[in-house]
């Protein structure tokens, strides 16, 4: 008999052009993406870059840490494995590599976190494959 | 090639539920096709343009269908809603340009029967940027928030200036008899309402309704001839705003660059505009866009808003029918701005008609202001 899911939140579709910021994040490392030919830095994950539409990519490895750029405590989800998580936090954190990336807030109770608070990158491994990025407060 | 003066509004109609269990989406709008072509003094027969957002990918050949069209010209851009605003902007072009002479936009939903959770359930679609947010809980409600609390944290915006827009839209609300909510709220009673996703509250939030609506969009030499004054179409722009590859500002939405660009189009300034229908998902979105459209400066959307600026007999009354806040939201209420702003400029708004109503201004935002949204802009005049 199969086991019941224990993971009930929305994964992320892996295809060509995302797969490798989601394998990284399996070995529990965050990148970003540049472009070698304007030197941008971008987030989300793309196979071009949305500057120049070059395909001259390098992934960066981010230190992990950032600031809360804003968060939303979340109260009334309906949606499987939301519902059973709430009150829980949404972010965008802003990364020292200067990009911003939607996540959420963990470690801390929801009232705690404020914009601008220092945290820094921690992953949830959602199943064998698929690690999520979530931010913590920084360790002092 | 500019649309001013090429087209008019000539008919329009608000059907008048907000719960319609007992009909279908697509009896909806063609009751209100039938309203505003009766309104336009028009029939079916003369329709040549379809316009409809909110039906299934190819739903709008099964719209011609249903109503048994033969249009020439059909356009079912959807871009969240903002959808029937753009659509109005297209009509006018394409009636400029001579692809179709009579236009019927339709909208009709009944998301509110069918229990559609538009504000708290979850998101699961395929977009490539999806695969970065919906593991982290987006609501509807949570994303608007994510503006909400930078623009709070930047230039000191309260819960109280948010909740004042509520109820300024909930008197107008009391002066429509269709407004589906019209009993009087305060300040208070928007910040004890319970928080759904901080720092918005219930009551910051557009309701859940059923409903539909439809325009009848023809050219300004025939409009003329009409049973109604024509109301003119001066203008339109859109525009998107998304996440901008990480570098964001979250404080700006896509009204910063369809709304001055419609101002220039029809060559009027913002203190020209008698009047104006502004897309209130929630409260944030109404101060975001005020901002944006250039009426005040950056920053300054909370105190603006405040002595009565935006409630009729001020400077710049908003959103006169009650709103999304108070009178309906169908999922998408863009074709309602348009409605309402026609009405006004008609003068047939009884007890919550804007005195000498001769410009007004729509604006339609579509999508989440906190990740990615459409934006569609308007000038109507008389
Ligand atoms: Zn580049």
């Known amino acids: ?140 | 090639m500019s649309i001013q003066g090429k087209a008019a509004i000539a008919g329009v109609y608000e059907h008048p539920l907000r719960w319609a269990p007992h009909k279908t989406q697509y009896q909806i709008m063609a009751e209100s096709g039938r309203g505003a072509l009766e309104d336009a003094g028009l029939t079916l027969k003369d329709v040549d343009g379809l316009f409809t957002s909110g039906v299934s990918g190819m739903g709008i050949v099964s719209l011609a269908e249903h109503l048994n069209l033969n249009p020439s010209y059909l356009d079912s851009n959807s871009i969240g809603g903002s959808s029937f605003v753009s659509h109005t902007g297209h009509a006018a072009a394409a009636i400029a340009a001579g692809y179709c002479n009579v236009a019927l936009i339709l909208y009709g939903s009944k998301w509110s029967s069918d229990r559609f959770a538009i504000g708290t359930g979850g998101a699961g679609g395929g977009d490539p940027s999806e695969q970065f947010e919906n593991c982290y809980g987006p609501t509807t409600v949570g994303d608007y928030a994510l503006t909400a609390q930078r623009h709070m944290h930047e230039f000191g915006t309260t819960s109280e200036q948010l909740a004042e827009i509520a109820v300024v839209t909930r008197r107008h609300a009391s002066l429509n008899p269709l407004a589906k909510f019209r009993d009087p709220i305060t300040v208070q009673d928007v910040l004890t309402s319970r928080l759904v996703s901080s720092p918005l509250h219930l009551l910051d939030c557009c309701m859940i309704s059923d409903g539909g609506g439809a325009i009848v969009v023809t050219s300004a030499e025939r409009a003329r001839d009409l049973r109604k004054k024509p109301v003119q179409i001066l203008s339109a722009a859109e525009s998107c705003y998304h996440t901008s590859a990480g570098m964001r500002d979250l404080t700006d939405a896509a009204a910063k660059q369809s709304g001055p660009t419609a101002l220039a189009r029809a060559s009027v300034a913002h203190k020209d505009i008698d009047m104006a229908m502004v897309y209130d998902s929630f409260t944030i979105t109404v101060l975001v866009t005020l901002e944006s459209l250039g009426f005040c400066k950056k920053g300054e959307g909370g105190s603006f808003i405040q002595n009565g600026r935006i409630g009729l007999g001020g400077e710049l009354p908003i959103n006169t029918d009650g709103g999304g806040l108070s009178s309906n939201h169908p999922g998408m209420r863009g074709i309602f701005l348009v409605i309402e702003a026609t009405k006004q400029l008609r003068g047939e708004c009884g007890e919550r008609q804007v005195k000498d109503c001769q410009l007004a201004f729509c604006h339609g935002t579509g999508g989440t202001l906190g990740l990615r949204h459409s934006g569609a802009s308007l000038v109507l005049g008389i």
Not at chain 1, 118 to 136: N, R, Y
């Open chain 1, 1 to 140: 008999m199969a086991e019941e899911k224990k993971y009930k939140k929305p994964l992320p579709r892996i295809d060509e052009e995302n797969k490798p910021f989601w394998e990284a994040c399996a070995r529990h490392e965050l990148y970003v993406q540049k472009c070698r030919s304007c030197g941008k830095l971008f987030y989300y994950a793309r196979g071009f870059c949305p500057e120049d539409l070059s395909s001259d990519l390098e992934w960066v490895k981010c230190s992990g840490k950032g600031t809360v750029y804003t968060f939303t405590v979340t109260r009334q989800n309906q949606s499987a494995g939301f519902r059973d998580s709430l009150p829980y936090v949404m972010a965008y954190v802003e990364l020292e590599e200067g990009v911003r990336m939607l996540t959420n807030i963990v470690g801390c109770k929801p009232d705690e976190v404020k914009i601008g608070m220092p945290v820094e990158v921690t992953f949830e491994d959602a199943t064998p494959e698929i690690s999520i990025p979530l931010f913590q407060p920084t360790a002092k």
